[in-house]
């Protein structure tokens, strides 16, 4: 089984460029994450889409920020214009929730490191 | 809120040294633990995980066990090797959460492992 696939790897752009990750997440799986991981921290969620719907968005600053997952599947995250504090790690995941499932599995992708100079 | 805390690493050991890494938590309501790890240019795996008190979860020779007196979830492993050099994430999500809130993973800080030959 394929696991859950980003690109690109690796980003570096500068300041106030605009940029976009990928994500194709685990075939069935209906719900999808973003995540940013700052260096030396723990992920934190940036938005949940369940489906094509995005559920929780609150931790995501929506003045720069921006995701779609059309059609329920692969999702696209965008921030434009970038700033220097952007520089991280953007993690997306997915699960599978529904009835006799463990709704609190998540399954990660390895990751955009995104470098804005 | 919820919160996850860590030991601070980074933790060096010999092979086949007894690891030891730390965690603790507070949640809003009852939590499953997880400890996941991450290995260097991938993404983030699911280790173990316990869902209820006194549970012990297990996997590739580690072990925790959700203490809800103690609000502990503290990974073991009774001989390192050198593949276990990674970083180890602590994280709980709420079962039951209004909100989505069972399904936000809420993660600790890492601790990075270093095993030597």
């Known amino acids: 089984e394929a696991g859950v696939v980003q690109s690109p790897r690796y980003k570096i752009i500068e300041k106030k460029q605009p940029v976009a990750f990928w994500c194709n997440p685990i075939?069935?799986?209906?719900?999808l994450y973003w995540y940013r991981q700052n260096l030396g921290q723990g992920p934190e969620l940036l938005i949940r889409y369940e489906n094509e719907e995005a559920v929780d968005d609150s931790q995501l600053p929506k003045d720069r920020f921006s995701a779609e997952r059309l059609k329920g599947v692969d999702s696209t995250l965008k921030i434009q214009p970038a700033e220097l504090g952007d520089s991280a790690v953007y993690l997306c995941?997915?699960?599978?929730?529904?009835?006799?499932?463990?709704?609190?599995?998540?399954?990660f992708g390895p990751g955009t490191r995104l470098t804005v100079t | 809120g919820n919160s996850v805390t860590q030991m601070e690493g980074p933790v060096t050991l010999s092979e086949e040294a007894f690891l030891t890494i730390n965690c603790t938590y507070t949640a809003t309501g009852y939590p499953s633990l997880f400890w996941y790890v991450q290995y260097p240019g991938e993404g983030l795996q699911l280790l173990l995980k316990?869902?209820?008190?006194?549970d012990k979860g297990s996997n590739k020779g580690f072990e925790a066990t959700y203490r809800k007196e103690t609000t502990s979830f503290h990974l073991e492993k009774g001989s390192v090797q050198v593949s276990d050099s990674a970083v180890y994430f602590c994280?709980?999500?709420?079962?039951?959460?209004?909100?989505?809130?069972?399904?936000?993973?809420?993660f600790g800080k890492g601790t990075l492992l270093t095993v030597n030959p």
């Open positions: 075939s069935g799986h209906n719900t």
């Open positions: 994280a709980l999500t709420l079962q039951g959460g209004s909100g989505g809130s069972n399904y936000k993973l809420t």
């Open positions: 316990a869902t209820k008190a006194d």
């Open positions: 995941a997915s699960s599978q929730h529904g009835s006799g499932t463990f709704s609190y599995e998540q399954y």
